[in-house]
């Protein structure tokens, strides 16, 4: 089945349920009037800068120009997990980018040799979607994690400051803060394989069908997604909270926040 294209007129056609969304929070008086169309806007601008972008790289099938879409997605990610935290504690931007381009090219290595072998390595067609995938899920985990964290350390400083004074190193006193940090974040990842075919359909597989994907290879193409979100913000997550627990102690081994 070949895939139904959109033109300008489509968008604005489909833009009338955003009319209704608006009309209703007017009579409803919702106050969401503005945050409706500003979203909608916002949307509309920013995905026909990326499809053009993204097109203008994929014409270009360049491994220089691959790789600086990604890094440019990855600066972006850090910046808006980052912005997401409590700005006191230094480094925050460093750790969470570091973190995330470990976790981002550990997996992409592993799919990319073992699993889906593209011709040449750098296939935009792979490389980008995958990245993205991977850059977007990780960096909602990377910002649970560092808010849990942060706010574990400033609510729990007596209790930290206790198992410090009983001997207990920087890193044992926070140990059970970062775990629950790391659960927290990997929580939306895990409920969403619990569910996913039962209860909700993910965007991915959605998309593979209306595109006119064989449902199985759309279904195998959607578990392998699934499986390297979790890997990826995994990874993510223990770096960035292990990062983060050597910045809040100064050299004397002292809370800093």
Same mark, same amino acid.
């Given at each position: 089945m ?9 968008l604005?056609?489909s833009?009338?349920?955003i009319?209704?969304a608006i009309?209703?929070s007017?009579t409803?008086r919702l106050?969401l009037?503005?945050?409706i !169309? ?5 949307? $509309?601008?920013q995905?026909?800068?990326v499809?053009?972008?993204?097109? !203008?790289?994929? *014409? ?5 120009a691959?790789?600086? =879409?990604v *890094?440019i ?6 910046t808006? *997990?980052?912005?997401? =935290?409590?700005?006191?504690?230094p480094q925050?931007?460093?750790?969470v980018?570091l ?5 981002t ?10 699993? &889906? %072998?593209p ?6 067609q792979y490389?980008i979607?995958?990245?993205? $995938?991977?850059l977007?899920n *990780?960096?909602?985990g990377a910002?649970?994690?560092l +808010?849990?964290?942060t706010s ?7 209790? $930290? +400051?206790?198992h410090?004074?009983?001997?207990? /190193?920087? %890193?044992?006193?926070v140990?059970l803060?970062?775990?629950e940090?790391?659960? !927290? ?5 895990l409920? /969403?394989m ?5 209860v ?7 998309g593979?069908l209306? #595109?006119g994907?064989?449902p199985?290879t759309?279904? &195998?193409?959607?578990?392998? $997604?699934l499986?390297? %979100? ?7 997550t ?6 983060i ?5 100064? #050299?004397a +081994?002292?809370l800093?926040i």
């Amino acid at each position: 089945m070949d895939l139904i294209q959109l033109d300008p007129i489509d968008l604005v056609i489909s833009l009338g349920l955003i009319a209704v969304a608006i009309g209703l929070s007017v009579t409803q008086r919702l106050g969401l009037s503005w945050s409706i !169309a500003r979203s909608t806007i916002q949307t $509309i601008v920013q995905l026909l800068v990326v499809g053009y972008f993204l097109a !203008a790289a994929f *014409a270009f099938d360049n491994p220089w120009a691959v790789l600086l =879409v990604v *890094a440019i997605m990855l600066t972006i990610a850090a910046t808006v *997990a980052r912005n997401r =935290v409590n700005k006191r504690i230094p480094q925050i931007l460093p750790i969470v980018w570091l973190s995330l381009l470990i976790s981002t090219t550990l997996t992409l290595v592993y799919i990319n040799l073992l699993v &889906l %072998q593209p011709k040449p390595w750098y296939e935009p067609q792979y490389f980008i979607p995958l990245a993205g $995938i991977l850059l977007g899920n *990780a960096m909602n985990g990377a910002a649970i994690s560092l +808010e849990r964290l942060t706010s574990s350390l400033n609510n729990s400083r007596l209790e $930290i +400051e206790t198992h410090l004074s009983l001997g207990a /190193t920087p %890193q044992q006193a926070v140990a059970l803060y970062r775990k629950e940090a790391i659960k !927290a974040a990997m929580i939306p990842n895990l409920n /969403t394989m619990l569910v996913v075919g039962v209860v909700t359909l993910p965007g991915t597989f959605t998309g593979q069908l209306l #595109s006119g994907v064989y449902p199985l290879t759309a279904a &195998l193409y959607q578990m392998l $997604i699934l499986f390297i %979100q979790l890997f990826a913000t995994l990874i993510t997550t223990v770096l960035v909270t292990q990062g983060i627990s050597r910045q809040v102690f100064n #050299s004397a +081994e002292q809370l800093k926040i």
